[in-house]
């Protein structure tokens, strides 16, 4: 049992975006706690691909060295095919970004909670929020914490951040409105393979089924298939999922599904039974969400780890401003053409030339968040200046 503290923030979750956030806010002198249900350096179902403004972050954080070290492949180019048609673009270095990276989720967030504890967060996994705590004026102060010995302890904090997910804990207690629902979702098969000689990502697009493969650490290629949720369900066993899976991707490219049905996976597939997207009101008196808590959206555009970054890095300026209603205007500035436009694919039912127009919306609004996020920095560096 630890004894009752009181902090400047209390992040709930221990992911990407909660130890992003409180990394960030900890080097801007905050003194914060961490807590996470999970352990240290377990794994989570992802996409694990890095866009241009995710990449861009852990660059201009310090991160990006321990996640190349770690031998993470760098990808050069992005190839979409469009039924027998293949459209290569290639990663054009810019702003201290040469190439694209998918780390595994064991690597990713492990360096984010080690640069968190560099930067003076307490960290402790194994301990969950199961209240909220409030002032007489209703605003929340902190939290009711059970650690892994059933103690509970009151932590006190100026915010609360929900980090924990699309199921947030935070989100439910403090009452977030649901402000934008999507209406699709798709369910993904995937698996890791080795031996998968394909370089950089790969996105194949055909009505009705989309499927990706994203080189990751240890040699490995994440594969997978999005299709309705309907159609997964009637498929139980692991050995059924395993024959739904091959055929899926031959459905998908027969090449693909060709080169996968020749490789056994590391363990069982994984599944993702699909979940309509949100966004969430962004903060309220005391408290306020961020990453999957505050703004989920179908995985088949593989966007989430990139905008819980860049979500982290508004929160944390925001909180240390003193100006909350900043991290929800930008937030849902950037966030709602990402959100319309994945909503849109994860419908599986447009015709070729219409999924082509909806990749255009997705890289150009991708590309006003990377010069948002070059903004920010912007900011930062004149900061630093103004100190020295």
């Known amino acids: 049992m630890f004894a009752d503290e009181a902090y400047d923030a209390l992040v709930v979750g221990a992911r990407c975006a909660g130890a992003a956030t409180a990394m960030l806010m900890a080097r801007q002198g905050m003194r914060v706690l961490v807590i996470d249900r999970g352990g240290y350096g377990t794994d989570t179902i992802s996409t694990h691909a890095l866009m241009r ?44 970004v040469s190439a694209l990276y998918a780390p595994r989720r064991t690597l990713l967030d492990r360096t984010l909670v080690d640069a968190a504890v560099s930067a003076g967060a307490v960290v402790r996994h194994g301990h969950t929020l199961i209240n909220l ?33 699309s199921g947030s804990s935070v989100a439910r207690l403090a009452g ?49 298939v999005a299709i309705a949720p309907e159609r997964l369900r ?49 903060h309220g008196p005391g408290w306020a969400l961020v990453g999957d808590a505050g703004y989920f959206k179908d995985p088949l555009t593989a966007h989430g780890i990139t905008d ?27 966030s709602r053409p990402l959100f319309e436009v994945t909503d849109a694919i994860a419908g599986l039912n447009w015709g070729l030339e219409q999924i082509k127009v909806l990749h255009q919306a997705l890289n150009e609004s991708m590309k006003r968040e990377v010069v948002h996020l070059l903004t920010l920095g912007d900011a930062h560096a004149a900061m630093r200046e103004e100190v020295l």
Request: aromatic share 8%; charged share 20%.
């Open 133 to 165: 705590t409030h002032r007489s004026d209703g605003r929340v102060c902190g939290g009711t914490v059970l650690d892994g010995d059933r103690n509970i302890s009151q932590v006190q904090a100026d915010v609360v951040v929900g980090a924990d997910g």
């Open 53 to 96: 403004g995710g990449v861009l972050q852990l660059h201009r954080w310090g991160i990006l060295p321990r996640i190349q070290e770690a031998d993470t492949p760098s990808v050069k180019t992005t190839t979409f095919h469009y039924a027998d048609e293949a459209i290569t673009v290639a990663i054009k270095p810019s702003n201290g």
């Open 308 to 334: 819980a970054l860049r979500d982290a890095e508004l929160l944390a300026d925001a909180v240390v401003d003193g100006v909350m209603a900043k991290y929800a205007a930008a937030r849902d500035d950037l």
């Open 234 to 282: 009637n498929c139980p066993s692991q050995h059924d999922r395993l024959a739904l899976f091959t055929e899926l991707l031959r459905q998908a490219d027969p090449a693909l599904g060709e080169l996968v049905a020749g490789i056994e996976p590391d363990g069982p597939l994984r599944v993702f039974g699909g979940r309509c997207g949100f966004l969430r009101q962004a």
């Open 176 to 224: 977030a409105e649901t402000l934008v629902q999507a209406r699709h979702t798709t369910a993904v098969l995937f698996g890791y393979f080795p031996g998968i000689e394909l370089p950089g990502y790969h996105w194949w697009f055909r009505p009705g089924i989309g499927a990706g493969a994203i080189p990751t650490n240890c040699a490995r290629h994440c594969v997978f």
